[in-house]
């Protein structure tokens, strides 16, 4: 109470004049610093809005720009590629877009064109197939018409001309052995000449009937040992063999698929050739051997006979084709024709070596039954 005095309450009035001016001042600079918060608020705002209004519209733009440039010329390519895939080849696709899309374009039209030309040769190519098996139809057609008629054929050859056949050669011997030296010489000569015509007429229709059975008439292809073939061929050829003085060898032989009665005529008209075509005064050897070569058994008849001239290697196997007259050797020149459409219809090859020292050499091939071992080799055999 003894320091409140007048001065200092001089001092302190004083003091609190100076703190009132410093709220004042205080004041001035709040509101000075509010207005200024409020305008740079204002400001900030109005920015963001301006950015805002900038990143839509730059996106609007490059929306526009994407569809314009890109999606839409994308989307008018699939387009057109979706037309060409329903069908519509003939349809040119056009460039579109930037440059790496329109190179696309011109690269999926160019494939469209070699799509375009490839289905224009296979359209053609369907055509000319669709010809062809219309062509092969009526063919076919043909064929069966034609095997009805050789099947016709066959019947009446083995039936109706067969019967009065035989009566004309019955009574043509009968002719011959009752008149023999009755009549004239010129009159024994023409019956002689009726009995050999008719016979040979009989042999004729009947190798025509076994030509036209091979592969026709078929019991099915069964395992074949054709070491027991040649046995029966043995058996079959024996009295030609007696009559020439012959000899036939063979090898051991392996066992094939096919008709073990086809397989025996194709080997004894081998073998009969071989014992007919012998040379004078030398007794006909024949031989039969085998070997393996890939898939394809190779099926040899070998004989010292008078052979067979190089010129004429391709006509032998020509039905009816003889390389000599009927005198001088007999046969109806079928039987080398069969021997062929036997190996063939077993998928085989036959032909004649022209290489050979003497004789006449035959091969022909059969395929090799599915891991079949091989023959075992064992001595030859002869009879």
């Not at 375009?116 to 296979?122: F, I, K, Q, R, W």
């Not at 023999?180 to 009995?195: M, P, S, T």
């Amino acid at each position: 109470q003894a320091l409140i005095t007048d001065a200092a309450r001089q001092q302190f009035d004083t003091l609190r004049a100076s703190i009132d001016r410093l709220q004042s001042m205080i004041l001035v600079v709040r509101n000075e610093s509010a207005d200024a918060a409020r305008s740079t608020g204002g400001a900030l705002v109005f920015l963001l809005l301006v950015a805002a209004a900038v990143v839509v519209i730059a996106g609007v733009a490059l929306l526009i720009s994407l569809r314009r440039t890109v999606i839409g010329p994308v989307t008018d390519l699939a387009d057109q590629v979706r037309s060409v895939a329903r069908g519509d080849y003939d349809r040119e696709i056009t460039d579109v877009g930037p440059p790496e899309l329109a190179r696309l374009a011109r690269d999926v039209d160019a494939m469209r064109r070699q799509i375009a030309s490839d289905l224009t040769e296979v359209r053609a190519a369907r055509e000319r197939i669709e010809w062809v098996n219309g062509q092969l139809q009526r063919q076919t057609e043909e064929l069966l018409r034609s095997n009805r008629d050789l099947e016709q054929f066959a019947y009446v050859a083995s039936h109706d001309l067969q019967e009065p056949l035989r009566k004309v050669i019955s009574f043509c011997q009968l002719l011959q052995r009752r008149y023999a030296g009755q009549l004239d010489e010129r009159a024994d000569q023409y019956i002689a000449f009726a009995v050999d015509g008719a016979q040979r007429m009989q042999r004729l229709i009947n190798d025509l009937l076994a030509f036209s059975r091979i592969g026709r008439l078929t019991t099915g292809f069964v395992e074949v040992d054709l070491d027991k073939v040649m046995g029966d061929v043995a058996s079959q050829t024996e009295s030609a063999r007696e009559y020439a003085g012959g000899e036939i060898t063979w090898d051991a032989l392996p066992t094939v698929l096919g008709e073990e009665p086809l397989l025996t005529n194709l080997l004894v008209n081998l073998v009969s050739n071989s014992f007919k075509f012998r040379r004078p005064g030398v007794a006909p050897k024949v031989h039969v051997s085998a070997r393996r070569i890939g898939d394809e058994w190779e099926i040899s008849c070998a004989d010292n006979g008078i052979g067979i001239e190089p010129e004429f290697v391709d006509k032998i196997f020509v039905i009816f084709q003889r390389l000599h007259s009927k005198d001088a050797y007999p046969g109806t020149g079928i039987g080398l024709a069969i021997v062929k459409k036997i190996v063939e219809y077993h998928s085989g090859r036959v032909w004649v070596e022209t290489d050979v020292a003497e004789g006449t050499l035959v091969r022909f091939t059969l395929p090799v039954i599915v891991e079949q071992e091989p023959v075992a080799v064992r001595e030859p055999r002869a009879r």
